[in-house]
């Protein structure tokens, strides 16, 4: 639902740093890993390790959920527009979602840490199979179902009038109303799993080592200090700087070009079903010696989809027709463009995901797993914040009644005052495309001979050594 957000408060004149303060709310998924150990090790053994954690913090969320139905409207009241420069209600809509964001990001830990217990040895290659449909569901029902109901034209077009209903102003549902349901659904799911379902002990039922709190930091340390993951580390951090700004900013960019939110939320339908076989197809080719080929090779096609995109975006106010509407045809452009996107995005998330699994190093279990997934979650997060913050500072503005540009405040003041209009005469996000674009191009030619000598470096290299190791007999 919080991916809904920034899609929300665009339609309300949120300026690019106004979305960038927002990214931080999604960065607790990117930073979990430095409170997971207390997760893991701190617990009450009669009450479950997994359910300590979980049960008070599904409570917490689900009150918080149902108590900010009750003042969303007020956040985002649109008779304020929320553009206005450093506007309290942003910094308060960030603090809330960060809020929800670091709650759910430690029931995921929760979760991930409980899979390994509650699936049966049989069944325990199912988790990541249940992973991935359930948050693919929660993002379709949180995000795609929200936006699409929450819409009045989505509403009176493909619901209210097939079945003869009054038209409303409305859609079917609210933010206050979708947020209130599954405030409760989470307060009754919560109950029922905390009176019903029992944990059993880890350290019979699981295979995976066992830490202390410092144990587990001190065994994090001694992976950072691997040169192999050192080497690593760099290419997870800044791999995504080539695809920054058109991840960012094209849905953002399409809404301010006349694409409404729920046309743009319902383009995930036909995507969906790609999303969910695209990794059984790629795995083939990830399953050899060297993933990182499929991972390397990938990259420049998907910095070519980028320029593809771009030009998508620029093109769309000459699809749109008197009504303010897009015809059929610029939905399927804009299907076809996104699936060849998924088709490398995807290509280069297996291909990686096949590599960490290889490297991994089984001593430590999900530990090393864990650092892998962070390091790529913290390289998506620190590119997408910086490049909308610098999306501000790349917009030229100029007065529509004067030769003056439109800088500063007091410009825009003065521009006001003789009775014209500021308005961006070069559009942020094709600089911002162009300079992420070649930065890819610089990246890849600097990265690529690394990744082809890390995926030829012996297994031992990735292994974490041992604190005492055993003497050889003589």
Not at 92 to 105: M, P, V, W
Not at 221 to 246: C, D, E, N, Q, Y
Not at 271 to 295: C, D, H, M, Q, S
Not at 349 to 361: E, I, N, P
Request: one cysteine or more.
């Amino acid at each position: 639902m919080a991916a809904s957000i920034p899609l929300i408060i665009q339609t309300y004149g949120a300026s690019w740093s106004q979305q960038a303060l927002f990214s931080f709310a999604f960065w607790p998924f990117s930073l979990k890993l430095l409170w997971a150990p207390i997760v893991d090790a701190l617990y009450l053994k009669r009450f479950g390790r997994r359910k300590t954690w979980l049960i008070p913090i599904q409570y917490i969320i689900g009150f918080v959920m149902i108590l900010l139905s009750y003042y969303i409207n007020g956040i985002l009241d649109e008779s304020a527009p929320i553009s206005t420069s450093h506007h309290p209600r942003i910094y308060f809509l960030t603090s809330i979602f960060f809020g929800l964001s670091f709650l759910a990001a430690t029931q995921d830990i929760c979760v991930d840490g409980w899979a390994l217990s509650m699936l049966s040895k049989e069944n325990l290659g199912w988790a990541s199979t249940c992973n991935s449909v359930g948050q693919t569901a929660g993002y379709f029902l949180g995000n795609v179902v929200f936006l699409a109901l929450e819409s009045k034209d989505f509403a009176n077009r493909f619901i209210r009038q097939p079945l003869h209903m009054e038209l409303q102003i409305t859609g079917l549902i609210t933010l206050p109303g979708f947020l209130l349901f599954w405030g409760i659904i989470f307060a009754i799911s919560t109950t029922l799993v905390a009176l019903f379902k029992h944990e059993v002990d880890e350290t019979i039922v699981s295979n995976e080592p066992h830490f202390g709190l410092v144990d587990t930091y001190k065994v994090l340390l001694k992976v950072l200090r691997l040169p192999s993951i050192r080497s690593m580390a760099v290419i997870l951090l800044t791999i995504k700087i080539g695809f920054s700004a058109v991840d960012s900013m094209t849905g953002l960019e399409l809404i301010e070009r006349g694409v409404k939110k729920d046309s743009l939320a319902l383009l995930a339908i036909p995507l969906t079903p790609l999303e969910i076989l695209l990794p059984f197809f790629i795995a083939k080719y990830t399953t050899g010696r060297k993933p990182l080929n499929v991972f390397a090779n990938s990259h420049p096609f998907r910095l070519f989809l980028g320029i593809i995109m771009a030009l998508f975006v620029y093109f769309t106010p000459s699809f749109q027709n008197y009504n303010k509407t897009f015809p059929w045809y610029y939905y399927a452009l804009a299907i076809l463009i996104f699936s060849i996107q998924q088709i490398f995005v995807y290509s280069m998330f297996v291909s990686q995901m096949a590599f960490f699994a290889q490297v991994s190093d089984p001593k430590i279990g999900g530990t090393y797993m864990t650092l892998l997934n962070t390091l790529t979650n913290l390289g998506s997060s620190w590119v997408s914040t910086a490049v909308l913050y610098s999306a501000d500072f790349l917009t030229w503005k100029k007065c529509t009644l004067s030769d003056g540009g439109c800088r500063t405040p007091a410009d825009e003041k003065n521009c006001a005052m003789l009775g014209g209009i500021c308005r961006p005469f070069i559009d942020p996000y094709y600089i911002a495309v162009a300079i992420s674009t070649i930065a890819g191009i610089i990246w890849i030619i600097w990265k690529y001979q690394t990744m082809m000598r890390l995926q030829d470096l012996p297994i031992s290299s990735w292994k974490v050594p041992d604190e005492n190791p055993k003497k050889k007999s003589l």
